[in-house]
């Protein structure tokens, strides 16, 4: 009996999304590795993490492929883009990372409406919130850097920098848990 519940059409842009998380991990840890041979202990700190949380979710899809039944296909991974030219390069690098990510999970949600297909559908909405929380972080750090003095920053702007990222939480606030209380 076949157990398959994904469509072909579905089964081929999860493998595919599967692949885009393990490029997303080699992404920041290709670029951990070059903040950190420039110094910037903390911020290699954090995108190691990153690296990290990004191979998490590839097995989060991978997982759910085999629990639908369907078939993993596990693919070469492209090589990362060329290190950064500058930590605000790094920052705005990361950003657009996360904005073509969420554009690749918002395509598998598109796919599950028009399939009728409620249980990817639902599964995909971790990662909708997921992204919401990625590109929030991104766009802090473009805040920090432009605080700084963005691609003019140097000296103890970027040290701060790199010292608040050794520490910083990997994630931010949902949207969903604010009140007047707590903003």
Avoid at 46 to 54: G, K
Wanted: aromatic share 8%; with cysteine; hydrophobic share 40%.
């Amino acid at each position: 009996m076949n157990t398959n519940r994904l469509s072909g059409k579905m089964a081929e842009a999860l493998n595919q999304q599967m692949t885009k998380e393990a490029h997303a991990s080699q992404i920041y840890l290709s670029y951990a590795a070059w903040a950190d041979s420039e110094g910037y202990e903390g911020v290699a700190n954090f995108l190691f993490r990153h690296a990290q949380e990004e191979r998490n979710h590839m097995m989060k899809v991978l997982e759910y492929i085999l629990q639908r039944g369907a078939k993993v296909e596990v693919t070469a991974i492209p090589a990362p883009p060329p290190n950064p030219a500058s930590l605000n390069d790094c920052f705005e690098k990361v950003l657009s990372h996360e904005i073509d990510n969420t554009n690749a999970v918002y395509r598998l949600v598109n796919i599950a409406h028009e399939e009728k297909d409620w249980a990817t559908f639902n599964f995909m909405q971790w990662f909708v919130k997921e992204q919401v929380e990625e590109e929030t972080l991104a766009m802090k750090l473009m805040s920090k850097m432009k605080i700084a003095g963005g691609e003019k920053a140097h000296g103890d702007a970027l040290y701060m920098i790199d010292k608040d990222l050794s520490t910083a939480p990997d994630g931010v606030k949902s949207a969903e848990e604010a009140t007047a209380d707590k903003p």
